[in-house]
């Protein structure tokens, strides 16, 4: 088959990679030439620095110019004939008021509508939306390449489920592949697309509606926040308040239940990433537009925010510590392990209330977020960020700090306890937004306060 895959971003990069290693011609698009320019110099370090996922640049390395070709603006027109198939992985941001910004989606579109009105040949061809996109996007796209008198095309829905940190493993291996669509034809190309897939005896293939598929995507992503909500809203807060309940004890306890995930039966200071924050938000937006309740969601969503920077106001609080004119190390950048991805990570929030309280400076360690944090963190935008200094490993963000803030589940940070020790003198704060120190016991012992989410402060012995 002839695929573009236009945006290439997490999604659409991991998508374009997957799909050349099964031998289709995959086009991958994108306006952002630097980015083009990055993933054909077939250097690690370069493709890297866009995107960062385990097995990824391999996949790119092996295949680029034989199965898989990256593309501008400039080579697009010259490309388009002959296509069967065009994922859209375009970014979808909240607005404001918490709808989706389509206008990359519009953009996109109406500029491609015009390419493809004006084929040679007259295949069929599909054009499918792979970012969330609310209820209803499939029909806006007919609607847009209607205008444009596209001939013989079908629009579907395919929504993306890959988690970042396991993008490739999940997209060569996916627990589920769902395809909306409206025509018998339009089915059988994204079959053909996803032949790997099809017949596969541990993946369910879903054909269904575009509506369908559109809705798949917000119920599963809404429904994964309210279970780490309801653990970081219940588990954690009763943990904090009644004395002496071993959140660990507890979670196996609870999870032992078969009709118990345990996944996501963690308490943290939140879940980050480009998509719980926004398709929540999304969702809450477009049941309000038809009038209908969402007071579940909403809350769901503010227990999500709350935690992110909780710990900062309990250290104060319930500690005593006071912020102001100390050093604080903060180990995690990232919105979680195994990416480098920082959009909506609870560092960016803790910075912000950490640098709100004075402190004198963050000593920050990430294994691989430190150059997007230097974006996140520019300070032409805000001089304060001046106080953020980035160290190559934990000990050299530990070093003469008052006090840690574990923000991120990286699993180096599950033995920070014995560095703490070589390092620095109690009095030092402890801040474990991750529970990832599971020997908490003895850093108490050693004169250490240790405060984590999920459990009262711990005050040196
Ligand atoms: N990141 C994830 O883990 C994940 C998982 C599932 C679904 N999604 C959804 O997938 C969508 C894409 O997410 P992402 O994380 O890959 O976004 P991203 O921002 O990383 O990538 C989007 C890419 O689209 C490009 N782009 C913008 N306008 C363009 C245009 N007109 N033509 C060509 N390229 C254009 C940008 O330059 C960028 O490279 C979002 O809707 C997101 O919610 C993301």
Known sequence: ??????????????HAAVLSESGHEVYAYDIDKQKIAAYNSCERAKIERYVNEPGLSSIIIET??????????????????????????LPTPPNLDGSTNLSYYTNAVSYLGSLLAKRQDQRRVVIINKSTVPIGTARLLQKILNEHNVPNFGVASNPEFLPEGDAVEKSRKPDRV?????????FEILRNVYSQYVKHVRISYTETTPETAEAIKYVANTLLLTYISFWNGVGARLGETF???????????????DRISTWGSYVSNGAGGSCFGKDIQSLIFQLRQESQPYGLLKDVYEINEYQKTYLVDRAV?????????????????????????MRDSSALKVVEALLGRGVKAIQAYDPLAIDEAKHFFNPNNNNLFEKITYHDNVKDAILNSDALFITTDWEEFRGVAGTVEKLVKPPYLVIDGRRMIANYNYLVKKGYGYLAVGSKYLAPK
């Open 243 to 257: 004395g002496n309940i071993v959140m660990e004890d507890l979670k196996r306890g609870v999870t032992s239940d």
């Open 178 to 186: 769902v395809v909306g669509a409206d025509t018998p034809e339009d």
């Open 64 to 89: 680029h110019n034989r199965y898989l070709f990256f593309i501008g603006p400039d080579e697009i027109e010259g490309i388009i004939d002959g296509t069967d198939a065009i994922f859209l992985c």
């Open 1 to 14: 088959m002839k695929v573009i895959v236009v945006g290439t971003g997490f999604v659409g990069l991991t």
């Open 317 to 341: 609080n319930e500690v005593g510590f006071n912020f102001n004119n100390k050093t604080i190390a903060l180990l995690g950048l990232a919105f979680k392990k195994r990416t480098n991805d």
